[in-house]
């Protein structure tokens, strides 16, 4: 039996980062003025909405190749149901209404309840628009068009919610919830959620698997009962009430256990890799002509998954960062030629990075793995460093976890996901300054700071748990109207369903050309380090 990490499929590879890449066919920062050309048209097309195989290339000679890209856009956002294997599948009305806003304690002998006045409902063919603004040129920042005229270009994706009609009956389900990869703050916010969710449609036997996926292989870890009375107060700590874990058994074996267990809906809780492995239970699932529905609930501070508006944690994750930031700063301000240096998750993006240094107005140089910099040279890091302490007499530093990893030393190693494991760059920069200021003969005062899991392992903040709130819910709804390999998200503010493939083609990265990156060089007042 391979492992998990063999079990991917091509499509879903994720794709080894390359910070030379411009990531919506634009060009970085310091590069000469865009060209249009056919190729970057094509490569924006992918990037646009998620890059996919399912995606022809577009002959833009073509009059309809609008029409052909929204067809092409539509099927690659269809999301998968149950009725697409069993055609036959019969829908009842949904249990989810407004008279049952306490858990069921009976069994449905007498019918199920229904709601003449619950008109709350989501209608199957409403859509939330993917793309809000329209660019009147691929020069404008940020920029993401299809065709060399920019033309804007409707695409829509599901709107998520309740059902009015529901394709599993509540008595016969049997839920599993399932957290895997590193800690995010909101866990067990999203757990208690799909849970108080359930146990409203009139689910009674829901369970937690110990430890991600290790726990569908591992026979020494038992299911976890799970209830509203057991999750009452779990989002009141960090962590995850379940466990969680990397590596694991292969999808097939997962799967039989899911047979085994009888479990008939399962919430997945994680990144890039859980949803991959999601996905591919999803489709092992499909083959074996299980009437399973897997919902996935993207969870990562990097905010690394494509399409959405953030991830849950994140927000969480930027706000704890503050205080390592605030204490850099304090550090660097006190001492005589002090600079601080803050090292932040973000394995292959820098959005915590770059938004910390933006709330805090604290950080003088933030280095992130999408734009590249030379360390030294005239217009290196550690010049305007030099800069910062002859003319502010401190500075503080802000440096992403998978940033300067050409200029450590490569060493192979990887998790038991199959993740490379970085170098630490923090502890690079630190001794390059040392040496450094010590050749130009100027005393300098270094603090590192890496608060590391600090930033993951605590409780959600309002706007998480919010957004968990509506997550865990709709990832309840979704499994009841019958998707499957189906994930959660919010975008542009309103709430989605999307099929797991377009949200994990490639880790979603920070653009060098958008507003964002540009706004965070205004605050820094950074130069280019090129
Ligand atoms: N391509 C893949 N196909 C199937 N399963 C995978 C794949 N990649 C990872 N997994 C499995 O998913 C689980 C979590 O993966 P991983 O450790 O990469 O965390 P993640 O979900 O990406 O979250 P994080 O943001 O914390 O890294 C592991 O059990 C791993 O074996
Ligand atoms: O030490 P662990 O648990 O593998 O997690 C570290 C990783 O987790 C992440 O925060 C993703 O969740 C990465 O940024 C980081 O590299
Ligand atoms: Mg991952």
């Not at 697409?84 to 806003?101: E, G, N, Q, Y």
Request: charged share 20%; with cysteine; proline share 6%.
């Amino acid at each position: 039996m391979g492992t998990l990490s063999h079990a991917i499929s091509p499509k879903l590879a994720l794709p080894r980062r390359d910070s030379q890449r411009s990531y919506h066919g634009l060009p970085r920062l310091n590069s000469r003025p865009l060209r249009w050309n056919a190729n970057r048209a094509a490569k924006k097309i992918r990037m646009s909405a998620g890059t996919s195989k399912r995606s022809p290339p577009i002959d833009f000679s073509n009059p309809d190749w609008k029409s052909k890209f929204q067809e092409d856009f539509e099927t690659r956002f269809n999301i998968p149901h149950i009725t697409d294997i069993f055609h036959d599948a019969v829908p009842i009305p949904s249990t989810f209404c407004l008279k049952m806003r306490t858990p069921v304690t009976e069994d449905f002998a007498g019918g199920y309840p229904s709601d003449e006045e619950w008109h709350g409902y989501i209608n199957k063919n409403d859509r939330v628009l993917l793309k809000v603004i329209h660019y009147s040129s691929p020069t404008s920042a940020g920029a993401e068009c299809i065709d060399p005229d920019c033309s804007w270009v409707e695409q829509w994706v599901h709107r998520a919610g309740p059902r009015e009609k529901i394709y599993f009956r509540p008595e016969e389900v049997k839920a599993a919830i399932v957290t895997c990869g590193g800690l995010c703050p909101g866990l067990n916010d999203v757990i208690r959620q799909i849970v108080i969710t359930l146990e409203i449609y009139g689910v009674k036997k829901i369970v937690g698997i110990p430890f991600g996926y290790r726990g569908f292989s591992d026979k020494e870890l038992t299911e976890m009962p799970l209830s509203r009375k057991v999750v009452q107060n779990v989002h009141l700590s960090g962590g995850s009430l379940l466990g969680v874990s990397r590596g694991g058994p292969g999808i097939s074996e997962i799967v039989d256990s899911l047979e085994e267990r009888g479990i008939n809906m399962l919430f997945v809780l994680g990144g890039n890799g859980t949803h991959a492995g999601a996905n591919a239970i999803h489709n092992e699932c499909r083959k074996r002509r299980m009437r399973v529905a897997v919902v996935g609930v993207p969870k990562t501070i990097d905010n690394d998954i494509l399409l959405m508006d953030k991830t849950f944690g994140f927000d969480t994750a930027v706000e704890e960062a503050q205080r390592a930031i605030n204490s850099a700063y304090i550090e660097a301000h006190s001492a005589y030629h002090g600079v601080g240096i803050v090292k932040l998750m973000g394995r292959s993006s820098g959005y915590i990075a770059m938004h910390a240094s933006l709330a805090s107005g604290q950080i003088d140089i933030c280095l992130i793995p999408e734009v590249s910099f030379n360390l030294h040279g005239p217009h290196g890091v550690l010049s305007h460093l030099k800069y910062l302490i002859e003319t502010k007499g401190s500075a503080v530093i802000c440096v992403a976890e998978g940033a300067g990893q050409n200029f450590l030393q490569k060493t192979n190693a990887k998790d038991a996901s199959g993740n490379i494991v970085f170098g630490d760059f923090g502890v690079h920069i630190q001794q390059e300054i040392r040496k450094c200021f010590k050749e130009i003969g100027v005393p300098v005062d270094v603090k590192y700071i890496d608060p590391t899991y600090m930033i993951r392992a605590c409780r959600a903040n309002a706007s998480d748990g919010i957004l968990c709130t509506v997550l865990g819910q709709n990832a309840v709804h979704g499994a009841f109207a019958g998707y499957s390999g189906i994930t959660v998200g919010i975008c542009n503010t309103h709430y989605v369903y999307l099929p797991i493939p377009e949200v994990i083609s490639y880790p979603r990265l920070v653009d060098p050309n958008s507003r964002m990156w540009h706004r965070c060089l205004t605050s820094t007042g950074q130069p280019d380090f090129i």
